[in-house]
């Protein structure tokens, strides 16, 4: 705790860096589980192997995949966003499909009955349907990021887990607690954010 007091600033900058990293891989994670869970719905047996290689890579350990990406594209923060969109597909594609399953048939025939188009029908009816279940998904791949990008520090991303690392290294005991606390107080308010915002949604 004693770090935290004396060194505010810095602390603020590296949760900054955390919070930059969790936000722009989870922005492009849901660009791409979007239309990879319309994808898994609407054409099953394609999904089922796009499910399949996402549960593959949310497999790999962390560590690992992380010095895979580095042999590819070398040290920093763009590198550990591929890792944290990588691992994100997993969460969000799987509440994406389930949202869109859980969307009422009489809905559907409704939207059939006023002439929408698939794609009208999609937008207008299905996704704003589903939107508590996305946003669940969202919720728990912010979570699993968050700690995630603590280790992605490894690879010189920034982050609290820059400060955890060079505690480790300095032997530096303040440090490493208030890189942790930080990051752990960061995970539960995202989580307490978002489970409002899906609750919500869901009344």
Same mark, same amino acid.
């Given at each position: ?12 900058e590296?949760?900054?860096?955390h ?53 590819? #594209? ?40 006023l002439? #929408? ?21 969202i ?25 955890? #690392? ?11 607690v ?14 307490g ?11």
């Amino acid at each position: 705790m004693s770090y935290i007091l004396r060194h505010p600033q810095i602390l603020a900058e590296r949760l900054g860096e955390h919070v930059l990293l969790t936000v722009v891989a989870l922005a492009i994670a849901l660009a791409i589980a979007l239309p990879l869970g319309v994808l898994v719905v609407r054409r099953p047996r394609a999904g089922a192997y796009t499910l399949g290689a996402l549960n593959v890579i949310y497999t790999i350990p962390s560590l690992a995949l992380l010095a895979i990406l580095v042999a590819l #594209f070398g040290l920093g923060m763009p590198t550990a966003i591929v890792a944290l969109v990588a691992y994100a597909q997993m969460i969000l594609v799987r509440n994406v499909a389930e949202g869109l399953r859980g969307v009422s048939p009489a809905a559907l025939d409704a939207a059939d009955g006023l002439g #929408f188009t698939a794609l009208e029908r999609l937008l207008r009816v299905e996704f704003p349907l589903a939107l508590p279940t996305i946003v669940g998904g969202i919720r728990i791949a912010t979570v699993a990021l968050i700690g995630i990008a603590t280790i992605a520090a490894w690879i010189d991303a920034g982050g609290l887990g820059a400060l955890v #690392f060079e505690g480790l290294h300095q032997d530096d005991p303040d440090k490493i607690v208030a890189g942790s606390l930080a990051a752990a107080a960061l995970a539960l308010v995202a989580d307490g954010a978002l489970r409002v915002v899906e609750r919500k949604l869901a009344r």
